[in-house]
């Protein structure tokens, strides 16, 4: 494994000055040596001419959250991390920018199977930065590209995971459990590019929901479930609604009544708490049995 290490430079303004002073000198020198015919003297200068203009070559900046990545002969010399304008050795080539911004990645609409084989379009947003960038650029041949790769993979694996939806209490599913599905898919993505010097930041889906050929289907579905629930939410108040009466009614010995007179007010009060429509009441003008 390659690890990140700090380059080796020295202030750039100041060596600027050092190469253009000794550019000055030398063609001083080479228009001295010419001007009194001694031509002959003036290949030392013109050596360090060629000396002071190879120095220039080693110039370079960085910008803010930036870094160069410095090469010698093949070699990994380090990485300038610091902002501002530096010297370095002339024959570090290349000298790879790479920025150290945190930076957005949406993945395209993947179309996978859950857990329980229902088809479902999924994407996700994931938010990294470069952290070893000699990892980034050594051990992988192009890091963005790894990054868009890898991150795909993990949310392939994620969907195939989980269900859509969750039919058991307690179960986690890819729309309800929102906050689990993220820890889990940031950490599997990290995990992955570990290897590559990334760090990631955050990874939410950015997108959900069933394919289109069976969306229909599963919308019916949805809606039955949630008639369901609410009837048996209904059913459950009415019942406790019928009890207090029936408790009430005995507390206060407003009337007495048997259990087949019971059974009959239990199945009108149902009726009357449960039915969907305005029921229409009728009024008992005779004895309480006719």
Same mark, same amino acid.
């Given at each position: ?16 000055? @050092?190469?253009?002073?000794? !550019?000055?000198? =030398?063609? %001083? ?6 001007? @009194?015919?001694? +031509? +002959?003297?003036?290949?030392?200068? @013109? ?6 203009? +190879? ?10 959250? !930036?870094?160069?990545?410095?090469? $010698? ?13 530096? +010297? ?10 790479? =920025? $150290? ?19 479902? !379009? ?5 938010? %990294? ?51 689990? *599905? ?6 599997? *993505? ?36 949630? @008639? ?13 609604m019928v009890e207090m009466a029936l408790a009430e009614l005995s507390k206060r010995s407003v009337v007495e009544l048997d259990e087949e007179r019971k059974a009959a007010m239990v199945s009108n009060l149902l009726v009357v708490l449960c039915s969907e429509q305005n029921t229409q009441p009728v009024v008992n003008t005779g004895t309480l049995y006719s």
């Amino acid at each position: 494994m390659i690890r990140e290490k700090p380059a080796t430079a020295l202030p750039g303004v100041l060596m600027f000055l @050092v190469f253009l002073a000794i !550019e000055i000198f =030398s063609v %001083w020198y080479s228009i001295n040596r010419a001007m @009194v015919g001694e +031509w +002959w003297t003036a290949g030392g200068a @013109v050596l360090l001419f060629l000396f002071g203009t +190879w120095g220039f070559f080693g110039l370079t900046a960085v910008s803010p959250n !930036e870094s160069r990545v410095l090469q $010698l002969f093949g070699s990994y010399l380090g990485t300038i991390h610091a902002a501002g304008f530096f +010297w370095v050795n002339p024959f570090a080539f290349p000298r790879r920018r790479v =920025s $150290l911004r945190v930076r957005n990645f949406e993945s395209a609409k993947l179309k996978v199977n859950d857990h329980d084989g229902n088809p479902i !379009e999924i994407a996700a947003i994931v938010v %990294w930065r470069v952290t070893d960038t000699a990892e980034a650029v050594f051990q992988v041949d192009d890091y963005e590209n790894f990054l868009r790769v890898q991150s795909e993979a993990a949310l392939r694996n994620l969907a195939t995971t989980y269900p859509y939806d969750a039919h058991q209490d307690g179960q986690l599913s890819l729309r309800t459990s929102s906050q689990e *599905i993220t820890e889990r898919l940031k950490s599997e *993505i990290q995990e992955r590019l570990s290897k590559a010097g990334i760090e990631v930041i955050e990874a939410r889906i950015s997108h959900l929901a069933y394919a289109p050929e069976i969306a229909q289907a599963m919308l019916r579905r949805q809606q039955a479930s949630a @008639v369901v629930a609410a009837r048996q939410r209904i059913v459950e108040g009415a019942v406790g609604m019928v009890e207090m009466a029936l408790a009430e009614l005995s507390k206060r010995s407003v009337v007495e009544l048997d259990e087949e007179r019971k059974a009959a007010m239990v199945s009108n009060l149902l009726v009357v708490l449960c039915s969907e429509q305005n029921t229409q009441p009728v009024v008992n003008t005779g004895t309480l049995y006719s």
